[in-house]
């Protein structure tokens, strides 16, 4: 063990794949919907051809906006609904033609929005074409029978992608939490742990949020585990991660970094605060480690973030205050 410097996060994958569809589907509409809007220019009808551009345009700065950002869900679910008006507006003026490209909006919206966004979009898109056709004959379709054809086809699609998203997002969602969850404490791992330090430290210099950061290693795991088995050292591990979300407010972010350290962050909190804090934790472990007949206690090393500190700084002084507990003899705690 020693003082720990954490690396530059990635970026996060669901987010930057999220990104790349919104950027994907600009260039798509660009190519297509712009081509379009230059032949219409040319030969009409005008209307259609200043839709189109619109159509473009508004793509173009959702993308944009994404990528300046990094707000993708919000841009995706302007972007669906985009698409979804502007495929109204163009059945409503050129008819069969431009429904046609419905079905490419379904799909597009449900790899844009959440499922029930999604959802939402395109029945909302249909009804209204429908609901045009029957208030004014002809308008989009030739014939009941085609409108008829359209409603089948396109519902079909409508649930078959709505049920491939949902399913799709659930699994993600799970293989999330296999990701950044420890599956023995069931606290966030160190995967979560460093963009949450990222976002600790810019949400304190932006705002002016008191932060504070707790490293805990315990004191005699490896004796646990030599003397009671690996079993008991499970177990004992367990009861730390119950203790401290127990001890902890909702909002305090608990991780299990690795081994038999533990580190939580606890925004808006006074040095008052962390000094309490830090005492509980201490004592409630030592209480549960004489209860549950493994003994286990920990050393405790805190420190408030310090305005303008970046978070090696102010991990490594939590750090050495662990390492300064532990000198003193263990189970205990010093709070920068």
Known sequence: MGTKRFHTPVADPAGDFQLQLIILVAIVTTVFVG?????????????????????VAVAC?????????GQVGHAGIAMAVMLGLGGIAVSTWIGVNGAVWMYTVILFAFYLAPPAVGLAVVLGMIGAIIALELSAPRTVFESMKQMASFTASATAITVFSWYFAAR????????????TRDPLTGLENRRRLEPELNVAVETGRRHNRGYGLIIMDADNFKDINDHLGHAAGDAALQAVA??????TRIE?????????????????????????????????????????AHGITVSIGAALLRPGEDRDSWNRRADQNMYRAKRLGGNR???D
């Open 168 to 179: 799709n997002k659930r699994q993600n969602e799970q293989l999330m939490r296999w990701a």
């Open 242 to 247: 119950v203790t401290i979300v127990s001890t």
């Open 252 to 292: 305090d972010r608990a991780f299990r970094y690795g081994g038999d350290e533990f580190i939580i962050i606890m925004p808006d909190i006074t040095l008052q605060g962390l000094l309490v804090v830090s005492d509980k934790l201490a004592g409630a472990i030592e209480a549960r480690g004489r209860t549950d």
């Open 61 to 69: 700065a959702i993308a944009v906006y994404a990528r300046r950002t």
């Open 35 to 55: 081509g379009f809007a230059v032949y219409r220019f040319l030969y009409g009808p005008l209307i259609v051809a200043v839709i189109d551009t619109l159509i």
């Open 333 to 335: 705690y010093v709070v």
